[in-house]
């Protein structure tokens, strides 16, 4: 392996220098093992297809990795891929997408971050970061201005995510440079670490965190100054502007408070999970929504690039227990999954929970749903033999459940590959309490409730995903993005909240169809974008001719694509299923006495098939793949 052999060097599309083109039409390829680095050139026709983000990501496991190899090994591939229009001007593209195959699940990973990594990668000249292989002792790679650099990062090794990233900032010289990176949970292959992007934004669902500690890689820092272009400024200028004049108006919650406002919300319409999904509701949830902790604990607001919104909490104080500004703050996620997930209402340890996971680098989902899956195991006497065993609403239990699992100790090893996994090694039926979906935990929004959350749960190539996904309760009220986009295409709108009708699931699959798109172009999906607003923006990026059909085919093509790549490792419409927890009905609590069954939901399952042109087994037919230009 090479390393410090200084920066080598790539020529630029004449069109990207001449600011005229949104895509570089270099992705930078990086062997560990050899320490080679070259460029892929891809045209147009690549870009209209893939369009970036969770599209490259999948067309690259698909056609350079083989089936079936260990997520863990040096023949994966990490991938850090911007979108068509990520570092334009249009506001919510301040977002990119990071992939590989999960060390989680066995099945795709692909999560998306916000902050300002993604543009700035596309400003130095590349459209994705592919890399494969693994290093002989810790490295990082440094990307600047088409060119890029293995160097040694055994001095960053075992480090936190903000002392890294100064450590690196003063090496470099520059305050600027961006940092995607790990932390020790990372390193030690925790199965959910994330890859944190400036220290407080996470890619981080089916450990991709892992994924880059297998290869001894420790961060990728990047500096850019070239001008991401557009072929048709006033095209995309339709878009832009109508965006400006609204977002205040469509996204007041957003600007306000962010999704931490909408805690007790969620809570009292029965969407979080209490208890492990034991509960319908717990006392103090007031207590943990940033309509209540805003004037004492969030102290400012961050954003991502070309975000007007402001949506970033950031937290702060002092005391016996100090919370860090640098890692930002909660965000409902987080705050379910470190909150009344593990039963706990205090805010201040919510928020240290939270800071801890950004600072050692994992994923809080899947922290909250595993700490809480633990708590109930101990609760009824199936683990015993560690000298550490947390328990159902001991703060402090949590935080120490958070520094074991990120240097896997004590029990913290076992925390440390998923609930799912810990359920196989405890056995006594434990099984029965798990919340997961192909085996990742799952989000805060309670498929008892949200029936078509649920059914994407089941089909998520990436295991349960509650983003490219279609929000039942988002869909019932008439104005929302959701029904506006629906009636684009001459759908009735709103939706009935419970069930799965074959109107929901007509639904269903122009959701995820768009969802998927926007995982691929890069763009944020609070944003209110209807098809029409994607259509003038992707013209006005390429200079093409698209219009919202071709953009529901995109989206299907990514899906099938991704389809075939779970089809590829040995998944089966079998694996298409929730877990038991979800299934099981609680006493209290707006849901009590409420949840699909097994039998219901495969039904559905069969009716979303035949409208994917799909067969009975859950394989795409072979006319569908042709249509798609997806290899069988």
Excluded at 104 to 124: D, I, V
Excluded at 536 to 555: F, Q
């Amino acid at each position: 392996m090479k390393t410090n052999q200084g920066l080598t060097q790539f020529e630029m599309r004449p069109e990207f220098l001449a600011g005229t083109s949104p895509y570089t039409g270099k992705v930078l390829r990086v062997n560990l093992t050899s320490g080679d680095i070259w460029v892929d050139e891809h045209g147009a026709d690549f870009y209209r297809k893939w369009i970036g983000g969770r599209g490259l990501i999948v067309h690259y496991l698909l056609q350079d990795t083989q089936p079936k190899i260990d997520p863990l090994g040096a023949e994966n591939l990490l991938i850090f891929a911007p979108g068509i229009l990520t570092g334009t001007v249009l506001p919510g593209t301040g977002r990119h997408a990071v992939g590989g195959k999960s060390p989680l699940t066995g099945a795709l990973a692909s999560g998306e971050a916000g902050g300002w990594w993604g543009a700035e990668c596309k400003q130095a000249g590349f459209d994705a970061v592919v890399i494969q292989g693994k290093a002989e002792k810790p490295v990082y790679l440094w990307i600047k201005n088409r060119a890029a650099e293995i160097r040694d990062a055994s001095h960053l090794w075992g480090l936190k995510t903000g002392e890294c990233q100064e450590e690196i900032h003063k090496e470099l010289d520059d305050t600027k440079i961006r940092i995607a990176q790990i932390g020790p949970a990372g390193e030690n292959l925790v199965r959910y670490a994330a890859v944190m992007h400036d220290i407080n934004r996470a890619a981080g669902r089916s450990g991709l965190g892992a994924l880059m500690g297998s290869k001894n890689l420790k961060a990728v820092a990047v500096r850019g100054n070239f001008k991401v272009g557009l072929a048709d400024k006033e095209m995309m200028k339709i878009t832009q502007k109508w965006i400006i004049s609204n977002y205040k108006d469509m996204m007041g919650w957003a600007t306000q408070y962010g999704t931490s406002g909408s805690v007790k919300a969620n809570h009292d319409a029965g969407v979080t999970g209490i208890r492990n999904y034991q509960d319908g509701e717990i006392e103090g949830i007031e207590k943990l929504d940033a309509t209540s902790i805003f004037t004492w604990l969030i102290k400012d607001r961050d954003t991502c690039n070309r975000c007007p919104v402001r949506c970033k909490l950031v937290a702060s104080h002092e005391g016996d227990i100090s919370i860090d500004p640098r890692y930002g703050g909660p965000e409902y996620e987080s705050i379910a999954g470190l909150g009344p997930m593990c039963q706990i209402t205090d805010p201040l340890i919510m928020a240290k929970a939270n800071e801890l996971c950004a600072a050692y680098g994992l994923d809080t989902i899947s922290t909250g749903g595993t700490v809480a899956f633990t708590m109930e195991c101990v609760e009824k006497n199936l683990i015993d033999d560690f000298n550490f065993l947390p328990k159902f609403g001991d703060g402090n239990a949590l935080l120490e459940s958070i520094e074991k699992i990120a240097h896997r100790q004590d029990l913290g090893d076992w925390m440390a590959e998923g609930s799912a996994r810990m359920a196989s090694r405890i056995g006594q039926g434990s099984e029965q309490f798990l919340a997961v979906a192909r085996g990742q935990e799952l989000p805060y929004h309670d498929p008892r409730l949200k029936n078509a959350m649920g059914m994407g749960y089941a089909l998520s190539a990436t295991g349960a995903d509650h983003m490219a996904n279609l929000n039942d309760t988002f869909a019932t009220w008439d104005g929302s993005d959701i029904c506006l986009r629906l009636r684009e295409l001459g759908m009735e709108t709103p939706l009935k909240l419970w069930g799965l009708s074959d109107h929901k699931i007509e639904a269903f699959f122009y959701e995820t169809a768009f969802k998927n798109f926007l995982d691929s172009a890069v763009i944020c999906h609070f944003y209110p974008y209807e098809f029409q607003h994607m259509v003038d923006a992707l013209n006005g990026a390429g200079g093409w001719n698209v219009d919202m059909y071709e953009i529901i085919s995109i989206g299907e093509r990514i899906i099938n694509a991704a389809r075939m790549y779970l089809l590829r490792e040995g998944f089966t419409a079998e694996d298409d299923m929730l877990s038991a927890r979800p299934f099981q009905v609680t006493q209290t609590g707006p849901i009590a006495g409420k949840a699909m069954t097994p039998d219901y939901l495969r039904e559905a399952l069969q009716r979303y098939y035949k409208r994917m042109g799909w067969g009975t087994d859950g394989v795409p037919a072979p006319e569908v793949l042709e249509r798609l230009g997806v290899g069988g």
